[in-house]
C-alpha cells in the first residue's frame, strides 16, 4: 500500500482549539439564556450594584450566594456590569476562556519541560485536559476561569517579564486571595520575583480601592469580618481532603457522609505541616533542579496543598490542577505511569458523581477529585528529577 492511499492522522491539536471555541460558545449561550440559572454572575453583579449604591456588599441576597471577594475586586468585575446581563456574561465567558486558553500556552511553551517540542497528539491531550478541568467553571461563570487565567499566566510570563508577571499573579490573588500558597511556593527560590508580587499587590490594590475615604474603609472591616465569620465554614460541596476523608470512614461504615462536620481541630495545624513539608521538598530539590523543573514542581505542589486544606474547594477549584495532570499525562512513563492515568479516570469519574451523596453506595463519591490530586503527588516527585536530566532550562 502506497504512502498516498494511508488515512490522514487526525490534526488533534486543532481539533482540540475547536472544541475549547465549542464549549465556550455553549457555556456562553447557555448562561445568555438564563443568567440566573445555575450560573454566579448575578453575585457579581449584586456586589458591584450595592457597591456602586453606597450599600453594604458583603450581606446576605435573597435568592443568590454572598458577594466574598476582597475590595479591589469590585472595579474589576464592574467592567463587565454597564452591560444587560446577558451580553456580560456572554463578555465574561470570552474574556476568562481566552485567557486561560493562552495562559496554558504560555505556560507549556515557557514552563513545563519538553512543552514546546510537543507531536501534535501531546499538544491535543494538553489542551483537552485543560479544558476539561475547566468545562465546571465555565459553565456556571465562576471566577475560577479568570483566577486560573491569571495565576497561570503570571507564573509563565514572570521568570523573563518579572512586572507583567507580578501584575498578573496579584489580579489573581484579588479574585481568590486563598491561592496565596501556589505564587508563593512558586518564587520561593525567586526572591526578585516575590518583591516584584509584593510591590506589584500593594500598588494595584491602592489603584483598584480608590481614595482612602471612611467609606472604603467600612467596606475593608466589612469584608474581613466577613471572613472571620466564615472562617472554617463547611459545605457539603467543598472536595478537599477532609471531604475525602469524612466520605470514606462513612462508606465503609455504610453510612452517607456529613460532609458540612466542622473541620477537626488539629486541622490547621496539620495543613502547616504540610505546608512545611512541601517548602522543604521544593528547597531540596531545587538545589539540583533546573529553572524549569523547579517552577514545575513548586507550582504543582503548591497547587496540590491549596486543593487538599482548603479553604473552600469546590469542584470548579479543581481547574487549577489541569495543567499539572496534562503534562503528567503526557510523561507519565518518568514516573509511576499508572498514576497520572489512575488520577485522570478518577477525574471523569467525578463528573457523573457530582453531587452530594443521597445514599450509603454513593457515599465514596467525594473522594474522587481529592484522591485525583494525591495520586499525581508521588508521580511528580519521581519524574521531575528523570525529566530534568533530559531538558534543557
Known amino acids: 500500500m502506497s504512502d498516498h492511499s494511508k488515512p490522514a492522522n487526525p490534526n488533534w491539536a486543532g481539533l482540540s482549539i475547536i472544541l475549547w471555541l465549542l464549549i465556550t460558545i455553549i457555556a456562553a449561550t447557555k448562561l445568555a439564556a438564563a443568567p440566573y440559572k445555575h450560573s454566579v454572575f448575578p453575585v457579581y453583579v449584586a456586589g458591584v450594584s450595592d457597591w456602586l449604591a453606597g450599600n453594604h456588599v458583603y450581606v ?17 468585575f464592574s467592567l463587565f456590569y454597564p452591560w444587560h446581563i446577558s451580553v456580560g456574561v456572554i463578555l465574561w465567558t470570552i474574556v476568562g476562556s481566552l485567557g486561560l486558553y493562552l ?20 499538544l491535543g491531550l494538553y489542551r483537552f485536559m485543560v479544558l ?14 479568570h483566577v486560573g487565567a491569571l495565576l497561570i499566566g503570571g507564573l509563565a510570563i514572570g521568570p523573563t517579564r518579572v512586572w507583567l508577571g507580578a501584575i498578573l499573579t496579584a489580579m489573581s490573588l484579588f479574585l481568590k486571595p486563598t491561592i496565596i500558597s501556589i505564587p508563593m511556593l512558586a518564587l520561593v527560590q525567586r526572591p526578585r520575583q516575590i518583591a516584584a508580587l509584593v510591590a506589584a499587590a500593594i500598588g494595584i490594590g491602592l489603584i483598584l480601592s480608590g481614595p482612602w475615604s471612611a467609606a472604603n ?29 469524612l466520605a470514606i470512614v462513612a462508606s465503609l461504615s455504610g453510612k452517607i457522609p456529613n460532609l458540612e462536620t466542622p473541620y477537626p481541630a488539629g486541622w490547621l495545624g496539620l495543613s502547616g505541616v504540610l505546608a512545611l513539608t512541601a517548602l522543604a521538598t521544593t528547597l531540596l530539590f531545587g538545589q539540583k533542579l533546573k529553572r524549569q523543573s523547579v517552577i514545575t514542581l513548586a507550582a504543582f505542589l503548591g497547587t496540590a496543598w491549596f486543593l487538599l486544606v482548603g479553604p473552600a474547594i469546590e469542584p470548579p477549584t479543581y481547574l487549577l490542577i489541569g495543567p499539572w495532570i496534562g503534562w503528567a499525562l503526557i510523561n507519565r512513563k518518568m514516573g509511576y505511569p499508572q498514576l497520572p492515568l489512575l488520577a485522570t479516570i478518577v477525574i471523569l469519574m467525578s463528573f457523573g458523581f457530582s453531587g452530594t451523596p443521597t445514599t450509603a453506595q454513593l457515599a465514596w463519591t467525594p473522594a474522587l477529585l481529592p484522591l485525583s490530586v494525591a495520586l499525581l503527588i508521588p508521580w511528580y516527585l519521581k519524574a521531575i528529577h528523570k ?7
Do not use: C, M
Not at 496554558?104 to 514552563?111: F, S
Open 60 to 76: 446576605e441576597r435573597e435568592g443568590i450566594d454572598l458577594y466574598r471577594y476582597p475590595p479591589p475586586s469590585l472595579p474589576i
Open 103 to 122: 495562559s496554558a500556552e504560555q505556560l507549556r511553551i515557557k514552563i513545563l519541560p519538553g512543552g514546546l517540542h510537543w507531536n501534535n497528539k501531546q
Open 132 to 145: 476539561l478541568l475547566a468545562g465546571r467553571s465555565l459553565w456556571n461563570a465562576q471566577a475560577n476561569t
Open 217 to 245: 474603609n467600612a467596606l475593608w472591616k466589612e469584608w474581613v469580618e466577613h471572613g472571620l465569620a466564615s472562617a472554617g465554614e463547611r459545605r457539603a460541596a467543598f472536595r478537599d481532603a477532609w471531604s475525602a476523608a
Open 387 to 393: 525529566i530534568n536530566h533530559q531538558t534543557r532550562a
